[in-house]
């Protein structure tokens, strides 16, 4: 039995996963409780063991597929816990790799279509409608697979003919997916300060209604510290891309040395993409991927979200800054989070 939140949690183990993980269901009573602070949570969850794992219940029928996909060698993955600025990272990598003129029109199209987020299915409920904003929005599944159901999952037959080169975004951790990935691929790995992930991810939570988060940011950081959110724990999802930073394949950004010194970050990356970009065509993506204008260009994000949460906090575009948790936590929260930091990452990592 474990303590999720307040609530004592029990697990019912159904299967095992090619990558070896258990799979065990949290339902029942449990879910229940669970669904007293979250309220978009209409089917159950699983964990996954080791790891522990927190994941949809329809992550059960992707995960095989997912483990399996056919990465290519040209192929780039975004990779990060949610909320550590995977959006950006996404669209600097695309902007660089395929329009770092800004002359490409395909740049003016929605991000999730060039850029498929290849787990996402399993946040989005089995029951959503033909004319969900959120399917509405994906034009580019509708032109590569006019013939494919939605309901086996739009990203991930999104991602399978997504013609060359490809950039595809994850939040699932290395463990989950095939061990021969970064032989293969090159990863794009963007950690933050857990702080920040935490009101960032608090209030993405808040602001979609398939999460339907009711409660205050001590509750949250309760979840978060405890691993018990979707995408489990970050210190173990941070860690396992720790352990391979110095794999040639590993590019390992922080968030915070993105927003300290962008143009110093697209150099960086630019070496690592093998991209060959000049400094004027860094300047422009720099430009192109700046909080206000991927505010500007991308209310296709909120279509989604709930109109009271924008208007009071702000939409998925939300602040963008590396310190705005400092008008978020209490001392006395900062002090719980930093023991908690002290304690779980102890492998070396620095935040910034
Ligand atoms: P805040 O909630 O702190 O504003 P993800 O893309 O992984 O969901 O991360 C979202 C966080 O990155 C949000 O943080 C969001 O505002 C921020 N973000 C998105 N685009 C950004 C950009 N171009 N520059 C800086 N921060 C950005």
Not at 70 to 89: F, I, Q
Not at 248 to 272: C, Q, W
């Amino acid at each position: 039995m474990v303590l999720i939140g307040q609530v004592n949690v029990r697990f019912r183990f159904i299967k095992v996963l090619k990558s070896g993980h258990k799979v065990e269901v949290v339902d029942g009573e449990e879910m229940e409780a669970i669904r007293k602070d979250f309220h978009g949570y209409t089917t159950n969850l699983i964990r996954l063991t080791p790891g522990r794992w927190l994941v949809h219940d329809r992550y059960k029928n992707l995960a095989n597929e997912l483990y399996d996909f056919k990465w290519r060698s040209s192929d780039v993955v975004v990779m990060t816990y949610p909320k550590c600025g995977t959006t950006w990272t996404q669209e600097i990598v695309w902007t660089m790799r395929n329009n770092p003129d800004l002359d490409n029109p395909e740049g003016a199209t929605t991000l999730l279509d060039r850029v498929p987020f290849i787990d996402g299915d399993m946040n989005i409920p089995d029951d959503i409608p033909a004319d969900s904003p959120f399917l509405a929005m994906s034009q580019g599944f509708r032109k590569l697979c006019p013939d494919a159901d939605p309901k086996d999952g739009f990203s991930l037959q999104l991602s399978k003919v997504l013609p060359d080169p490809r950039t595809i975004k994850t939040h699932l951790p290395f463990s989950l997916l095939h061990p021969s990935l970064l032989d293969t691929v090159k990863v794009v790995y963007v950690v933050r300060k857990p702080k920040a992930v935490a009101v960032s991810y608090h209030h993405h939570s808040r602001l979609f209604s398939v999460v339907g988060f009711q409660g205050p940011l001590e509750k949250f950081v309760k979840y978060f510290t405890e691993g018990n959110l979707v995408y489990g724990p970050y210190w173990v999802h941070v860690k396992e891309a720790w352990e391979q930073r110095e794999h040639p394949n590993l590019h390992l950004v922080f968030y915070e040395d993105l927003k300290a010194d962008i143009m110093g970050e697209l150099r960086r990356l630019d070496t690592f993409l093998g991209t060959h970009l000049t400094d004027t065509q860094l300047a422009k993506v720099a430009e192109h991927t700046s909080f206000n204008q991927m505010k500007a260009r991308s209310k296709e994000y909120d279509s989604f979200a709930i109109p009271e949460v924008i208007q009071s906090e702000g939409g998925f575009f939300r602040r963008g800054q590396s310190s705005d948790w400092q008008n978020k936590f209490t001392p006395e929260l900062e002090a719980y989070m930093d023991a908690w930091v002290n304690e779980k990452f102890d492998f070396g990592i620095q935040f910034k």
